[in-house]
């Protein structure tokens, strides 16, 4: 039976897979170092790649399918090119195999975490409102100013292009049609360059799918198990 471990974004949470925890009751959601009340800290992708690995080998998993957020999709992938023990899938939500960083928005959230927090907020959602806006802003300052800023600076260093083709793994990419962080190009790319890639497009979501769309993002995941697990 496949487990699904979630990996959370940039200032994130695994609060933020709570529509699919539902979806999918046997399903972990992960809390990165110096995120939703995990201890320690974390300035690459691979030292958040560390991190997971050593939770799956903790718990024993396998048949493991990552499913990552923006800098959970980074780190996905950085596993599934270490070839790491028990993962056999990857669902990549809003992610790409290199994620640059406005930096002017980098700035910003070195400037004042609730100021860029609040920079960051309209591209997020395809429709941003008050309650979308305060949560991003509580977010950050939860997360704090200067792991934040490392989340952006991991993601900004990260960049596996010219690595897709070595990974054997099925591979879903699954994106909003309006993602303005991550535009579906990205999506489209890191489909089309691993051996045994598909895309999957949620019409009028924003980077934030799994919040903004979670029936769309749960039926996405849903699909791709049974996939994964009658081939």
Do not use: W
């Not at 940039?10 to 995990?38: D, E, K, M, V, Y």
């Not at 409102?129 to 977010?139: I, P, S």
């Amino acid at each position: 039976m496949t487990t699904i471990v979630f990996v959370h974004g940039a200032a994130g949470s695994g609060r933020h897979f709570h529509a699919q925890r539902h979806a999918f009751p046997n399903a972990i959601a992960l809390n990165l170092p110096g995120h939703g009340g995990t201890p320690g800290s974390a300035a690459t992708i691979g030292e958040f790649a560390d991190f997971v690995e050593a939770e799956l080998r903790a718990r024993d998993l396998s048949n493991v399918l990552l499913c990552g957020h923006s800098m959970g999709g980074a780190i996905a992938l950085e596993l599934a090119l270490r070839g790491t023990a028990g993962v056999n899938a990857l669902a990549l939500v809003g992610s790409g195999a290199r994620l640059r960083v406005n930096p002017a928005f980098l700035q910003a959230l070195r400037d004042d975490v609730r100021a860029g927090a609040r920079a960051l907020a309209p591209f997020l959602y395809a429709e941003l409102d008050r309650e979308r806006e305060e949560q991003t802003v509580a977010d950050f300052e939860r997360t704090g100013g200067t792991q934040s800023v490392r989340d952006f600076e991991a993601c900004n260093a990260f960049d596996v292009t010219e690595r897709l083709p070595e990974l054997s793994l099925p591979v879903l990419a699954l994106t909003g049609e309006r993602d303005a962080m991550t535009p579906p190009k990205y999506a489209q790319f890191l489909a089309g360059r691993v051996p045994d890639g598909r895309l999957r497009i949620v019409p009028e979501a924003g980077h934030m799918l799994m919040l903004e769309a979670p029936a769309e993002t749960n039926a996405a995941l849903a699909a791709f198990v049974q996939e994964v697990e009658h081939r």
